[in-house]
């Protein structure tokens, strides 16, 4: 069972909407609440780049391509974090990475694909 699993992507319009998913079904809700996370994204070419992060204190932290447009959010009890993306845009497309940092261990999901048509 992998670490993490990431769903949500897929093809919209530009100017819509919609919501990532990373479940970390191996972890422990102790574990889980102490994780540092984050989405990241590589686009066709282009070096991999931070989305966003969410602290185990929940402090967030956007890029500013992304800011007041994504929206990182966790639900411990489902020990899921998720990625609002709203007003997207072409240059959005990418495939998302979901990243977890804890007690010196670093895991990656295996990526999803969001595609923004113009």
């Known amino acids: 069972q992998p670490r993490l699993v990431e769903s949500g992507g897929g093809l919209v319009q530009a100017g819509g909407s919609l919501r990532l998913s990373c479940a970390t079904p191996?972890?422990?809700?102790?574990?889980?609440?102490?994780?540092?996370m984050a989405w990241y994204r590589q686009a066709p070419g282009k070096d991999r780049e931070l989305v966003a992060l969410?602290?185990?204190?929940?402090?967030?932290h956007y890029a500013d391509s992304v800011k007041g447009r994504f929206t990182i959010s966790k639900d411990n009890r489902k020990r899921t974090m998720y990625l609002q993306m709203n007003e997207l845009r072409p240059e959005d497309t990418a495939v998302y990475y979901c990243?977890?940092?804890?007690?010196?261990?670093?895991?990656w999901g295996q990526g999803t694909q969001v595609t923004v048509s113009s």
């Open positions: 969410i602290t185990s204190t929940r402090n967030t």
């Open positions: 191996r972890a422990i809700l102790s574990t889980f609440t102490g994780m540092d």
């Open positions: 990243n977890t940092h804890f007690q010196g261990q670093t895991d």
